[in-house]
Structures are given as structure tokens and as C-alpha cells.
């Protein structure tokens, strides 16, 4: 079955870096485009950054537009979010989620994990 | 960037009841519509893709329609367990945007 782990999140000081991982198993990772959704404390989902199945392509909300770095790396079927320069409205609850593998359907998500929570705080 | 207003943003019902909840885009977004239903500490869970293309393994129950700018997502014949909140999303184009939520709460 589809699983999605993510791990890497904690409690760090405005200005400090975290990176994210996602492991995924249950369907071939590399055919799979994947994004990373985050969720405030009582708020909607936001979307973060998404990359191509193989990697040529990503895109970033620009809230995270030059500090976050979204990888992957196929043979490892693990998915990464590099996040620097931290901030206290960076805190949320990041999940990991694989774009729906239909035709037609756009950029929803099939999958998600149960997430990792990342808190920024001095 | 495409702005997804829900309403309402919170609706009581009983169960038995049919609710409907409303998304509307800010510009055209053709079918690239998708729906989700979260629960406490869950993360949410894909209802509808394409507007009106019901996901594997969800109940009947749940329906979706529109296209453009307005899209509604109908619950029929509400159930103990769909009692949640409801996100709409936009996936159409980057940046990807979800709707405020409904919370469909018990009457």
C-alpha cells in the first residue's frame, strides 16, 4: 500500500535551517510528481513546493521563494524540503503528498503522510 | 494568484440531512477543482478530483459539479463519519490554492 513518512521537523530558533524528508513505498516514486503542503495550528492547508517526477521541473509559493529548496532523489524514493531562514510564520505541520497518477486531474493529491511538525520559535 | 472562497464556513446538520458546499474561484480554472475532507489530527483526504470525478474508494454519497469559477461539493444523505471540514483546492495552475474550509458540524 501508498505510504508517505515524513521526518526531520522540531523546534528551532528564527533564522536557523531543518531539512524534511519524506520516504515514500507502495508505487513507483519515480513516475510520481510530489509537493510538499503545510498546515498552520488551526488554519487551511497551504501549498509549499512541487517537483517533477524526474526533478526537471519545481515551483514555490512565494512565501518560501528563495529560503526552501524542494529535491528528490529516485533511488532512495525519498523526497526532501530544504528550509532556511526560518521564520515564526513558518510554523506548521508539513505534509508530504503524491499528485494524483489519473488523467485529467490536475495538481490534487492522492496520498498524503501523516506529517512532521516544524515549529520556529525564540 | 487564484483565490478559492468557500461558503459556508461552517454548517450544522443532522444526520440524514444533504449538505452543499460552495467554491468559488476568483478566474477561470475549467475542471481543475479537486475536494478534501480533514478530520482532527488527520491529515485531509482527496474526496473529488476534476470536479466531479469521485476517488477510489470514497462512498457515493459525495458528488461534485461545476466548472470555470463555480464548483459545489453535495454530500447526500449525511453520515456520523462525515461530520469534518472540507477544503476545496484549485489544480489548475501554481500557485496551487485551497479554499477557508467548511466545518460540518452536528446539529
Known amino acids: 500500500q501508498v505510504q508517505l513518512v515524513e521526518s526531520g521537523g522540531g523546534v528551532v530558533q528564527p533564522g536557523m535551517s531543518l531539512r524534511l524528508s519524506c520516504a515514500a513505498s507502495?508505487?513507483?516514486?519515480?513516475?510520481?510528481?510530489m509537493h510538499w503542503v503545510r498546515q498552520a495550528p488551526g488554519k487551511g492547508p497551504e501549498w509549499v513546493a512541487a517537483?517533477?517526477?524526474?526533478?526537471?521541473?519545481?515551483n514555490y509559493a512565494d512565501s518560501v521563494k528563495g529560503r526552501f529548496s524542494i529535491s528528490r532523489d529516485n533511488s532512495k524514493k525519498t523526497l526532501y524540503l530544504q528550509m532556511n531562514s526560518l521564520r515564526a510564520e513558518d510554523t506548521a505541520l508539513y505534509y508530504c503528498?503524491?499528485?494524483?497518477?489519473?488523467?485529467?486531474?490536475?495538481?490534487?493529491?492522492?496520498?498524503w503522510g501523516q506529517g512532521t511538525l516544524v515549529t520556529v520559535s525564540s | 494568484d487564484i483565490q478559492m472562497t468557500q461558503s459556508p464556513s461552517s454548517v450544522s446538520a443532522s444526520v440524514g440531512d444533504s449538505v452543499t458546499i460552495t467554491c468559488r474561484a476568483s478566474?477561470?480554472?475549467?475542471?481543475?477543482l479537486a475536494w478534501y475532507q480533514q478530520k482532527p489530527g488527520k491529515a485531509p483526504k482527496l474526496l473529488i478530483y476534476?470536479?466531479?470525478s469521485l476517488q477510489t474508494g470514497v462512498p457515493s454519497r459525495f458528488s461534485g459539479s461545476g466548472s470555470g469559477t463555480d464548483f459545489t461539493l453535495t454530500i447526500s444523505s449525511l453520515q456520523p463519519e462525515d461530520f469534518a471540514t472540507y477544503y476545496c483546492?484549485?489544480?489548475?495552475?501554481?500557485?496551487?490554492?485551497f479554499g477557508g474550509g467548511t466545518k460540518v458540524e452536528i446539529k
Open positions: 503528498a503524491r499528485q494524483v497518477q489519473k488523467p485529467y486531474s490536475g495538481y490534487a493529491y492522492d496520498y
Open positions: 507502495g508505487f513507483t516514486f519515480s513516475s510520481c510528481g
Open positions: 517537483i517533477w517526477y524526474d526533478g526537471s521541473n519545481i
Open positions: 478566474q477561470a480554472i475549467s475542471s481543475w
Open positions: 476534476s470536479a466531479s
Open positions: 483546492q484549485q489544480a489548475d495552475s501554481f500557485p496551487l490554492t
